[in-house]
Protein backbone atom coordinates (compact mmCIF):
# COMPACT_ATOMS: atom_id res chain seq x y z
CA UNK A 1 0.00 0.00 0.00
CA UNK A 2 1.87 3.69 -1.14
CA UNK A 3 1.13 5.95 1.32
CA UNK A 4 -0.58 9.44 -0.50
CA UNK A 5 2.14 11.51 0.70
CA UNK A 6 6.21 10.12 -0.10
CA UNK A 7 9.19 11.35 -0.61
CA UNK A 8 10.79 10.22 -3.64
CA UNK A 9 14.62 11.43 -5.16
CA UNK A 10 17.01 11.29 -7.42
CA UNK A 11 19.28 10.15 -6.07
CA UNK A 12 17.35 6.50 -5.24
CA UNK A 13 18.87 5.49 -8.59
CA UNK A 14 22.24 5.29 -6.90
CA UNK A 15 21.23 3.03 -4.40
CA UNK A 16 23.45 -0.53 -4.89
CA UNK A 17 19.93 -2.81 -4.31
CA UNK A 18 18.22 -0.76 -7.12
CA UNK A 19 21.70 -0.77 -9.63
CA UNK A 20 21.17 -4.39 -9.11
CA UNK A 21 17.79 -4.29 -11.18
CA UNK A 22 18.11 -1.15 -13.44
CA UNK A 23 17.06 -1.32 -17.07
CA UNK A 24 19.50 1.50 -18.77
CA UNK A 25 22.47 2.53 -16.44
CA UNK A 26 21.66 6.38 -18.09
CA UNK A 27 18.28 6.41 -16.01
CA UNK A 28 19.06 9.48 -14.18
CA UNK A 29 20.66 10.85 -17.02
CA UNK A 30 17.25 10.81 -19.10
CA UNK A 31 14.84 11.35 -16.40
CA UNK A 32 17.07 14.67 -15.38
CA UNK A 33 17.18 15.37 -19.11
CA UNK A 34 13.69 14.98 -19.70
CA UNK A 35 12.30 16.94 -17.03
CA UNK A 36 15.11 19.98 -17.58
CA UNK A 37 13.27 20.15 -21.15
CA UNK A 38 9.83 19.33 -19.59
CA UNK A 39 8.06 22.83 -21.47
CA UNK A 40 9.81 22.49 -24.67
CA UNK A 41 9.85 20.46 -27.90
CA UNK A 42 13.26 18.36 -26.86
CA UNK A 43 11.12 16.61 -23.79
CA UNK A 44 9.98 13.90 -26.50
CA UNK A 45 13.55 13.02 -27.28
CA UNK A 46 13.36 11.53 -23.68
CA UNK A 47 10.11 11.01 -22.94
CA UNK A 48 10.21 7.36 -23.12
CA UNK A 49 13.23 6.73 -21.24
CA UNK A 50 12.49 8.88 -18.55
CA UNK A 51 8.66 7.44 -17.97
CA UNK A 52 10.05 4.25 -17.96
CA UNK A 53 13.15 4.55 -15.50
CA UNK A 54 10.33 6.74 -13.56
CA UNK A 55 8.03 3.79 -13.41
CA UNK A 56 10.74 1.55 -12.78
CA UNK A 57 11.85 3.55 -9.53
CA UNK A 58 8.66 3.62 -7.82
CA UNK A 59 7.80 0.28 -8.59
CA UNK A 60 10.84 -1.10 -6.67
CA UNK A 61 10.17 1.63 -4.00
CA UNK A 62 6.64 1.28 -3.41
CA UNK A 63 6.06 -2.05 -5.30
CA UNK A 64 3.36 -0.92 -6.86
CA UNK A 65 2.81 2.09 -9.45
CA UNK A 66 -0.19 4.01 -10.65
CA UNK A 67 -0.63 7.36 -12.65
CA UNK A 68 -1.39 9.41 -10.15
CA UNK A 69 1.67 8.22 -8.02
CA UNK A 70 3.70 8.63 -11.12
CA UNK A 71 2.39 12.00 -11.74
CA UNK A 72 3.24 13.36 -8.09
CA UNK A 73 6.34 11.69 -8.14
CA UNK A 74 7.46 13.90 -11.13
CA UNK A 75 6.44 16.65 -9.17
CA UNK A 76 8.78 16.05 -7.00
CA UNK A 77 11.08 15.32 -9.24
CA UNK A 78 10.59 18.75 -11.30
CA UNK A 79 11.35 20.95 -8.07
CA UNK A 80 14.19 19.07 -7.57
CA UNK A 81 15.90 19.65 -10.75
CA UNK A 82 14.51 23.09 -10.65
CA UNK A 83 15.50 23.70 -7.15
CA UNK A 84 19.35 24.71 -7.59
CA UNK A 85 21.78 27.71 -7.92
CA UNK A 86 21.72 27.77 -11.94
CA UNK A 87 18.48 26.21 -13.23
CA UNK A 88 17.34 26.09 -17.21
CA UNK A 89 16.84 29.56 -18.47
CA UNK A 90 13.59 29.98 -18.96
CA UNK A 91 14.10 32.68 -21.82
CA UNK A 92 16.69 31.43 -24.51
CA UNK A 93 17.56 31.97 -27.86
CA UNK A 94 20.00 29.06 -28.38
CA UNK A 95 20.52 25.52 -27.97
CA UNK A 96 23.76 23.84 -27.28
CA UNK A 97 25.18 20.68 -26.32
CA UNK A 98 27.76 20.30 -23.85
CA UNK A 99 30.51 17.33 -23.92
CA UNK A 100 33.42 16.45 -21.70
CA UNK A 101 31.14 18.10 -19.72
CA UNK A 102 33.45 18.27 -16.27
CA UNK A 103 31.89 20.46 -13.81
CA UNK A 104 29.87 22.58 -15.92
CA UNK A 105 31.87 25.57 -16.51
CA UNK A 106 31.06 25.59 -20.44
CA UNK A 107 27.11 25.71 -19.43
CA UNK A 108 27.14 28.59 -16.87
CA UNK A 109 29.12 30.71 -19.38
CA UNK A 110 26.54 29.83 -22.30
CA UNK A 111 23.41 30.20 -19.85
CA UNK A 112 24.54 33.55 -18.93
CA UNK A 113 24.51 34.42 -22.55
CA UNK A 114 21.13 32.99 -23.77
CA UNK A 115 21.64 29.73 -24.08
CA UNK A 116 19.32 26.24 -23.32
CA UNK A 117 21.26 22.67 -22.69
CA UNK A 118 19.79 19.75 -24.22
CA UNK A 119 22.10 17.32 -23.58
CA UNK A 120 25.09 16.98 -21.36
CA UNK A 121 28.04 14.28 -21.13
CA UNK A 122 30.54 13.23 -18.75
CA UNK A 123 31.82 10.63 -17.46
CA UNK A 124 33.86 10.94 -14.18
CA UNK A 125 31.48 10.68 -11.53
CA UNK A 126 32.72 12.86 -8.83
CA UNK A 127 32.17 15.85 -11.56
CA UNK A 128 28.92 14.39 -12.11
CA UNK A 129 28.27 15.51 -8.77
CA UNK A 130 29.70 18.69 -8.88
CA UNK A 131 27.54 19.36 -12.09
CA UNK A 132 24.25 17.68 -10.60
CA UNK A 133 23.82 20.25 -7.22
CA UNK A 134 24.80 22.88 -9.31
CA UNK A 135 22.62 22.47 -12.81
CA UNK A 136 20.19 20.01 -11.47
CA UNK A 137 21.03 17.44 -14.26
CA UNK A 138 22.82 14.71 -14.55
CA UNK A 139 25.36 14.54 -17.34
CA UNK A 140 24.99 10.94 -19.49
CA UNK A 141 28.22 8.90 -19.45
CA UNK A 142 30.63 8.03 -22.02
CA UNK A 143 30.71 9.67 -25.32
CA UNK A 144 32.62 7.25 -26.78
CA UNK A 145 29.95 4.54 -26.71
CA UNK A 146 27.04 4.54 -29.71
CA UNK A 147 25.20 4.49 -27.30
CA UNK A 148 25.41 7.36 -25.26
CA UNK A 149 25.36 9.38 -27.99
CA UNK A 150 22.25 8.26 -29.81
CA UNK A 151 20.91 10.31 -27.02
CA UNK A 152 22.08 13.03 -28.58
CA UNK A 153 18.92 15.42 -29.59
CA UNK A 154 18.69 15.71 -33.31
CA UNK A 155 18.70 20.12 -33.79
CA UNK A 156 20.86 22.13 -31.81
CA UNK A 157 22.72 25.06 -32.49
CA UNK A 158 26.54 24.87 -30.97
CA UNK A 159 28.61 21.92 -29.54
CA UNK A 160 30.75 22.77 -27.13
CA UNK A 161 33.71 20.65 -25.96
CA UNK A 162 37.05 20.62 -23.65
CA UNK A 163 37.74 17.91 -25.24
CA UNK A 164 40.92 16.12 -23.27
CA UNK A 165 43.95 15.92 -25.86
CA UNK A 166 44.92 12.09 -26.27
CA UNK A 167 48.03 12.10 -28.41
CA UNK A 168 47.20 11.34 -32.21
CA UNK A 169 49.63 8.40 -32.58
CA UNK A 170 49.00 8.46 -36.43
CA UNK A 171 48.56 12.56 -37.29
CA UNK A 172 51.01 14.01 -39.28
CA UNK A 173 52.39 10.86 -40.88
CA UNK A 174 49.67 10.45 -43.43
CA UNK A 175 49.00 12.87 -46.27
CA UNK A 176 45.42 14.37 -46.51
CA UNK A 177 43.02 13.12 -43.12
CA UNK A 178 45.06 11.50 -40.84
CA UNK A 179 43.05 8.76 -38.85
CA UNK A 180 41.92 10.28 -35.43
CA UNK A 181 40.47 6.65 -34.52
CA UNK A 182 41.59 6.50 -30.24
CA UNK A 183 41.39 9.88 -29.90
CA UNK A 184 38.25 12.02 -28.11
CA UNK A 185 38.13 14.44 -31.05
CA UNK A 186 37.47 11.56 -33.38
CA UNK A 187 34.30 11.09 -31.33
CA UNK A 188 33.21 15.07 -31.76
CA UNK A 189 33.74 14.94 -35.46
CA UNK A 190 31.43 11.91 -35.31
CA UNK A 191 28.79 13.98 -33.34
CA UNK A 192 29.28 17.11 -35.95
CA UNK A 193 29.10 14.71 -39.20
CA UNK A 194 25.54 13.62 -37.74
CA UNK A 195 24.00 16.53 -36.40
CA UNK A 196 25.47 19.96 -38.44
CA UNK A 197 25.31 22.43 -35.43
CA UNK A 198 25.51 25.76 -36.88
CA UNK A 199 28.45 26.08 -34.39
CA UNK A 200 31.27 24.04 -32.96
CA UNK A 201 33.14 25.53 -29.82
CA UNK A 202 36.50 23.93 -28.69
CA UNK A 203 39.03 24.57 -26.04
CA UNK A 204 42.13 22.51 -25.19
CA UNK A 205 45.54 23.72 -23.60
CA UNK A 206 47.70 25.80 -25.29
CA UNK A 207 50.06 22.84 -26.14
CA UNK A 208 47.77 21.56 -28.83
CA UNK A 209 48.91 23.85 -31.34
CA UNK A 210 52.54 22.59 -31.21
CA UNK A 211 51.69 19.12 -30.57
CA UNK A 212 53.91 16.82 -32.93
CA UNK A 213 55.68 19.67 -34.62
CA UNK A 214 51.66 21.21 -35.20
CA UNK A 215 50.45 18.34 -36.93
CA UNK A 216 47.54 17.06 -34.94
CA UNK A 217 46.49 20.85 -34.17
CA UNK A 218 46.56 20.80 -38.65
CA UNK A 219 45.03 17.67 -38.68
CA UNK A 220 42.21 19.17 -36.32
CA UNK A 221 41.27 21.85 -38.78
CA UNK A 222 41.62 20.14 -41.70
CA UNK A 223 39.03 17.88 -40.53
CA UNK A 224 36.63 20.43 -39.64
CA UNK A 225 36.93 22.46 -42.38
CA UNK A 226 38.01 20.28 -45.19
CA UNK A 227 36.23 16.68 -44.18
CA UNK A 228 32.90 18.67 -42.40
CA UNK A 229 32.84 22.15 -44.27
CA UNK A 230 33.08 24.23 -41.33
CA UNK A 231 35.25 27.80 -41.41
CA UNK A 232 36.77 27.65 -38.37
CA UNK A 233 38.37 30.59 -35.93
CA UNK A 234 41.31 29.94 -33.91
CA UNK A 235 43.41 32.14 -31.08
CA UNK A 236 45.29 31.30 -27.71
CA UNK A 237 43.65 33.26 -24.61
CA UNK A 238 44.64 33.86 -21.43
CA UNK A 239 42.42 34.48 -18.33
CA UNK A 240 45.01 36.95 -16.85
CA UNK A 241 44.60 39.12 -20.30
CA UNK A 242 41.00 38.36 -21.94
CA UNK A 243 38.65 37.45 -18.66
CA UNK A 244 40.11 40.02 -15.87
CA UNK A 245 40.78 36.80 -13.52
CA UNK A 246 44.36 36.76 -11.99
CA UNK A 247 45.43 33.56 -12.92
CA UNK A 248 48.08 33.01 -15.94
CA UNK A 249 45.95 30.43 -17.99
CA UNK A 250 46.43 29.97 -22.14
CA UNK A 251 44.24 27.72 -23.36
CA UNK A 252 43.55 27.64 -27.41
CA UNK A 253 40.05 27.98 -28.06
CA UNK A 254 38.50 26.90 -31.92
CA UNK A 255 35.50 28.01 -33.10
CA UNK A 256 33.99 26.64 -36.16
CA UNK A 257 31.30 28.09 -38.17
CA UNK A 258 29.07 25.69 -40.47
CA UNK A 259 28.83 28.65 -44.14
CA UNK A 260 26.05 26.58 -45.13
CA UNK A 261 23.91 28.24 -41.91
CA UNK A 262 25.70 30.88 -40.30
CA UNK A 263 26.27 32.93 -43.52
CA UNK A 264 27.69 36.26 -41.69
CA UNK A 265 30.48 34.13 -39.91
CA UNK A 266 33.00 36.51 -41.39
CA UNK A 267 31.90 38.78 -38.78
CA UNK A 268 33.20 36.74 -35.46
CA UNK A 269 36.20 38.32 -33.76
CA UNK A 270 37.21 36.50 -30.42
CA UNK A 271 36.86 39.53 -27.43
CA UNK A 272 39.82 42.03 -27.30
CA UNK A 273 42.13 41.78 -24.19
CA UNK A 274 40.91 43.78 -20.96
CA UNK A 275 42.49 45.09 -18.18
CA UNK A 276 43.33 43.10 -15.42
CA UNK A 277 41.78 45.28 -12.51
CA UNK A 278 41.42 41.99 -9.65
CA UNK A 279 44.03 40.53 -7.97
CA UNK A 280 44.87 37.85 -5.67
CA UNK A 281 43.19 39.19 -2.97
CA UNK A 282 39.67 39.50 -4.26
CA UNK A 283 39.76 35.50 -4.73
CA UNK A 284 41.49 34.56 -1.43
CA UNK A 285 39.49 33.12 1.59
CA UNK A 286 40.23 35.84 4.47
CA UNK A 287 41.15 34.54 7.71
CA UNK A 288 42.42 31.54 8.49
CA UNK A 289 41.56 28.27 6.51
CA UNK A 290 41.37 24.36 7.81
CA UNK A 291 44.65 23.34 9.56
CA UNK A 292 44.52 20.50 7.04
CA UNK A 293 45.94 23.21 4.42
CA UNK A 294 48.96 24.65 6.19
CA UNK A 295 52.28 23.37 5.90
CA UNK A 296 53.72 22.59 10.19
CA UNK A 297 56.81 23.78 11.04
CA UNK A 298 57.92 20.25 11.02
CA UNK A 299 57.25 19.87 7.50
CA UNK A 300 60.41 18.69 5.80
CA UNK A 301 59.63 21.12 3.17
CA UNK A 302 58.92 23.86 5.52
CA UNK A 303 62.12 25.47 5.97
CA UNK A 304 62.62 25.83 1.89
CA UNK A 305 59.30 27.03 1.78
CA UNK A 306 59.86 29.77 4.31
CA UNK A 307 63.33 30.64 3.01
CA UNK A 308 61.65 31.38 -0.29
CA UNK A 309 57.93 32.58 0.17
CA UNK A 310 58.36 35.73 1.26
CA UNK A 311 55.26 37.63 -0.20
CA UNK A 312 51.69 37.58 0.30
CA UNK A 313 51.00 39.59 -2.91
CA UNK A 314 51.30 36.77 -5.19
CA UNK A 315 50.64 32.94 -5.45
CA UNK A 316 53.74 30.37 -5.63
CA UNK A 317 54.24 27.32 -7.09
CA UNK A 318 55.98 24.30 -5.26
CA UNK A 319 57.60 22.24 -8.23
CA UNK A 320 58.73 18.96 -6.28
CA UNK A 321 61.92 20.06 -5.31
CA UNK A 322 61.74 24.06 -5.25
CA UNK A 323 59.45 26.74 -5.25
CA UNK A 324 58.48 29.09 -8.14
CA UNK A 325 57.55 32.48 -7.34
CA UNK A 326 54.95 34.23 -9.94
CA UNK A 327 56.39 37.63 -10.76
CA UNK A 328 53.72 38.63 -12.12
CA UNK A 329 51.47 38.20 -9.16
CA UNK A 330 48.36 36.01 -10.30
CA UNK A 331 48.12 32.80 -9.57
CA UNK A 332 49.61 30.14 -12.08
CA UNK A 333 47.95 27.65 -14.27
CA UNK A 334 46.04 25.21 -12.05
CA UNK A 335 46.40 22.03 -13.27
CA UNK A 336 44.32 18.17 -12.74
CA UNK A 337 47.40 17.24 -10.92
CA UNK A 338 47.37 19.77 -8.28
CA UNK A 339 46.00 17.51 -5.83
CA UNK A 340 48.04 14.45 -5.71
CA UNK A 341 51.01 15.87 -4.28
CA UNK A 342 54.63 17.25 -4.95
CA UNK A 343 53.95 18.91 -8.18
CA UNK A 344 52.55 22.64 -9.22
CA UNK A 345 51.18 22.88 -6.00
CA UNK A 346 50.21 26.57 -5.52
CA UNK A 347 50.91 27.79 -2.27
CA UNK A 348 50.10 31.30 -0.55
CA UNK A 349 51.93 33.10 2.29
CA UNK A 350 48.70 34.48 4.83
CA UNK A 351 48.80 35.82 8.00
CA UNK A 352 48.55 32.69 9.69
CA UNK A 353 51.64 30.53 7.60
CA UNK A 354 51.90 29.00 4.42
CA UNK A 355 49.12 27.05 2.91
CA UNK A 356 48.00 25.43 -0.45
CA UNK A 357 45.14 27.28 -2.14
CA UNK A 358 41.51 25.83 -0.92
CA UNK A 359 39.79 24.30 -3.30
CA UNK A 360 37.10 26.98 -2.78
CA UNK A 361 39.72 29.64 -4.19
CA UNK A 362 40.76 27.52 -6.90
CA UNK A 363 37.30 27.26 -8.06
CA UNK A 364 37.11 31.24 -7.68
CA UNK A 365 40.53 31.80 -9.90
CA UNK A 366 38.43 29.71 -12.77
CA UNK A 367 35.74 32.25 -12.50
CA UNK A 368 33.21 29.95 -10.88
CA UNK A 369 31.07 32.74 -8.63
CA UNK A 370 30.53 32.37 -4.84
CA UNK A 371 27.03 30.17 -5.21
CA UNK A 372 28.49 27.69 -7.32
CA UNK A 373 28.44 24.63 -4.76
CA UNK A 374 31.17 22.50 -4.26
CA UNK A 375 30.30 18.75 -2.91
CA UNK A 376 31.68 16.86 -0.24
CA UNK A 377 33.89 14.96 -1.84
CA UNK A 378 37.82 14.69 -1.35
CA UNK A 379 39.49 17.65 -1.84
CA UNK A 380 41.98 15.48 -4.45
CA UNK A 381 38.63 15.05 -6.41
CA UNK A 382 37.86 18.87 -6.37
CA UNK A 383 41.87 20.20 -7.18
CA UNK A 384 41.20 17.85 -10.26
CA UNK A 385 37.78 19.20 -11.32
CA UNK A 386 38.81 22.73 -10.61
CA UNK A 387 42.39 22.03 -12.85
CA UNK A 388 40.25 20.45 -15.61
CA UNK A 389 37.79 23.28 -16.18
CA UNK A 390 37.89 26.12 -18.42
CA UNK A 391 38.07 29.67 -16.44
CA UNK A 392 34.15 29.70 -17.21
CA UNK A 393 34.38 33.61 -17.20
CA UNK A 394 36.40 33.76 -21.07
CA UNK A 395 34.28 31.31 -22.18
CA UNK A 396 31.64 33.69 -21.17
CA UNK A 397 33.00 36.41 -23.79
CA UNK A 398 33.79 34.48 -26.24
CA UNK A 399 29.89 32.72 -26.36
CA UNK A 400 28.83 36.59 -26.30
CA UNK A 401 30.79 37.20 -29.62
CA UNK A 402 29.18 33.80 -30.95
CA UNK A 403 25.98 34.62 -30.06
CA UNK A 404 26.07 38.26 -31.86
CA UNK A 405 26.72 36.29 -34.71
CA UNK A 406 24.28 33.59 -34.47
CA UNK A 407 21.72 36.67 -33.67
Known amino acids: MIKEKF ?39 YKNGALSALKNLIEYKFDSSSSKVEEEALQQLLFEVEN ?13 IDLFAGIGGFRLALQ ?3 GKCVYTSEWDSAAKKTYRQNFGEVPFGDITKNSVKNYIP ?39 EK ?54 RERIFIVAFDPKQVKNHENFVFPAEIRL ?38 VYQWRRVYVRENKNNVCPTLTANMGTGGHNVPLIKDDFGIRKLTP ?9 PKNFIIPNIANSKLYMQAGNSVTTTLVERIAFEINKILS
Request: aromatic share 14%; glycine share 6%.
Open 7 to 45: NISIEEFEGKNYQIRIVDPEDKAILTHYLHNVDNGISKH
Open 84 to 96: VPFPTPENYTFKF
Open 112 to 114: NVG
Open 154 to 192: EKFDILCAGFPCQAFSIAGYRKGFSDTRGTLFFDVEQIV
Open 195 to 248: HRPKVVFLENVKNLVSHDKGKTFKTIIEILEEKLGYKTYTKVLNSMTHANIPQN
Open 277 to 314: TKTIHDILEKGKQDDKFYYPKEHKYYPELKKNMTSKDT
Open 360 to 368: RECFSFQGY
